[in-house]
């Protein structure tokens, strides 16, 4: 006999529920070993990446740095280092975490992708607080305008998450069986940041340049986020339904290496 729809929903309400509960838990825990009790305690979550970003700032306007636009120094830094921040920290995060977490595996509701989506979360959602707070701070006191767009910023935003939770769920897999995925990882992401447009507008390079710096994903959402935030003023270049593709194969890479890992994974 068939189950019915009801019974089918009522399944999958307490699946959610449990699912929620857990990650729940693990972002409660990850918060505590992470920043602990002392100090300022979880507030560091967002006020660490709120110092890079402000270091960063202060750094560029002291330099003079040209970015190829009349756009501020502070507005050009925020919404680009904030961007970058968002995409990068999100894989030096998880790779390796699943291995500090192995103890965790025994409970039987934890699977191996609850212990990367707890720590993708955390890192969203301090690099998110971060770019908030910053945002509103500089509009507040008159050294920012307003984002023209504000559903732009915001779709721009979440893409640059996507690409960053992909990546990440990718890599962490990979970095459980393999260890050299850690060693690649940060000179990569260095290598990663001045081709990100962070510190650059597309359409301030030579055509030949534009078309091979268009080939990296992350500068089409840092473009979006810019465009949002500044309108015509930022000039903005970009291919969303290329960033969306890449997003989509990415993730598909992290789903099929999760679940490959999930099969094999030993507790401790």
Do not use: C
């Not at 260095?190 to 091979?212: C, D, N, R």
């Not at 291919?239 to 789903?255: E, G, H, K, M």
Request: hydrophobic share 55%; charged share 15%; proline share 4%.
């Amino acid at each position: 006999m068939a189950d019915s729809p009801y019974s089918v929903n009522q399944g999958f309400r307490h699946s959610l529920a449990v699912q929620i509960r857990v990650l729940g838990a693990l972002l409660l825990r990850e918060t505590l070993t992470r920043y602990g009790r002392h100090n300022i305690g979880f507030l560091w979550l967002f006020a660490e990446p709120m110092l890079f970003t402000l270091g960063i700032t202060a750094l560029w306007t002291a330099t003079k740095s040209v970015h190829g636009s009349d756009l501020p120094i502070v507005a050009f830094a925020l919404t680009g280092y904030s961007s970058v921040l968002l995409w990068r920290n999100m894989p030096g995060r998880v790779i390796g975490s699943l291995m500090a977490n192995l103890a965790l595996m025994y409970h039987r509701n934890i699977k191996v992708f609850d212990i990367f989506l707890a720590r993708v979360i955390l890192e969203f959602g301090g690099a998110t607080m971060s770019f908030a707070i910053l945002g509103l701070l500089f509009v507040s006191i008159g050294i920012l305008e307003p984002p023209e767009d504000i559903l732009k910023v915001f779709a721009g935003w979440h893409l640059l998450a996507w690409f960053g939770a992909s990546l990440a769920i990718w890599l962490g897999a990979l970095s459980h069986e393999y260890e050299i995925v850690d060693k690649l990882w940060h000179p990569f992401s260095y290598i990663l940041f001045p081709l990100s447009g962070a510190g650059f507008l597309v359409a301030a390079l030579p055509y030949a340049a534009q078309e091979v710096i268009l080939y990296f994903p992350i500068v089409h959402g840092t473009e979006m986020i810019r465009e949002g935030w500044f309108g015509e003023r930022a000039r903005a270049i970009y291919d969303i339904p290329y960033l969306a593709i890449f997003n989509t194969i990415l993730t598909s890479l992290a789903v099929l290496q999760v679940h490959k890992l999930s099969s094999r994974v030993v507790p401790e």
